[in-house]
């Protein structure tokens, strides 16, 4: 199979930035970088297995397949993406899906052995590091003598890469169905409303982990392993439908990364992060917790789930320990998101 024919799950998995720390140690190890600036941003003075260009000629002139081509060339199977700590996320990607462009946060791209680096600044401008890589660079780019970047204000091309919008993950283009990744901004507004809604503590925890749902009413916690085996995703997906819902937002732990995506991959279950769903009308929510149960809260929904599974009430989450069910449900989108996610 073609790399570009493979599922985007196979080529591409989200991390949060402080996910990858041994990774970035190793690159501030090899580097020197810090994740605001670097180099032209760091200093005037630049070592010499760095080149600076700038960056909207270079998209302009050098197809972004070749520089992909270049990696894979040298047995480059996977890059890791990193974006600042204000960024919704980081990557982990396949050649085919590298795309080295400012978004709104700085971005750094390096592989396995740290020998070569790419950063893209807010400053219009794309450095290159590691000898191999900065040698390949020019020998693909005949005109790169006369776009050494000397400053943002240099004159632009006429016609230029259009970058992919802030969150967005690499191949997002190719996806059939809406997945966006919130902005900053979005996400704290978002978890706010949620918060309020349904009385969650700062703590991030809610029902069972903090208590009873004493000041709740219409709240079932039910065993989450039994909830995906008695109502698989694509039966939640008709029940949203059902209701109108078209949107569904995903709040990973810690509300540092939140997806907004259609109904259809609202799969709630638990991934080393627990999580929320939810809608913009917030009268609705399910969360998923670490301790194997999944909270049901809306009275319309807990309707729902009670007429569609009989046996609810055999199944109310008493404790983690518990009798799984005969075969473990089979998500049948769950591939169709980074595996984060």
Known sequence: ???????????????????????????????????????????????????????????????????QDLLKSRGIEW?????????PASFRLAPDLFVPCYTGDEGYWTAEGYDWLIYASQERSLTFAGTWLVQAVKACWPNWEHHIWRGSEYIRPPQ???????????????????????????????????????????SWAWYPIIGEPRPLSNIICLQALWFSFAIPPERLAERLKQRGIKRVWGIKEGADIVWEVENELTEPWYDGLESY??????????????ESSITIAGEWLIKA?????????????????????????????????PGAF
């Open 277 to 290: 769903w939810t809608s913009k009308d917030l009268d609705w929510l399910l969360y998923v917790s670490h």
């Open 305 to 337: 789930v009670k007429s569609a599974w009989p046996e609810w009430e055999q199944h109310v989450w008493q404790a983690y320990a518990y009798e799984s069910p005969p075969q473990q449900a089979t998500f049948a989108h769950r591939a169709q998101l």
């Open 79 to 87: 890059i890791w993406e990193f974006r600042g700590e204000e960024a």
């Open 160 to 202: 230029t890469m259009t970058p992919r919008p802030r969150g967005a993950f690499p191949g997002y283009e190719r996806l059939q169905y809406d997945a966006r990744l919130l902005t900053r901004a979005e996400r704290i507004s978002v978890w706010g409303k949620v918060k309020k809604r349904w009385q969650i503590p700062d």
């Open 1 to 67: 199979m073609e790399p570009s024919q493979k599922p985007l799950s196979e080529m591409v998995t989200l991390y949060h930035w402080s996910m990858l720390k041994e990774q970035w140690n190793q690159v501030q190890q090899r580097w020197y970088t810090i994740y605001e600036h670097w180099y032209p941003l760091l200093t005037d003075e630049w070592p010499a297995e760095i080149l600076v260009i700038e960056a909207e000629w270079f998209y302009a002139e050098v197809p972004i397949s070749t520089l």
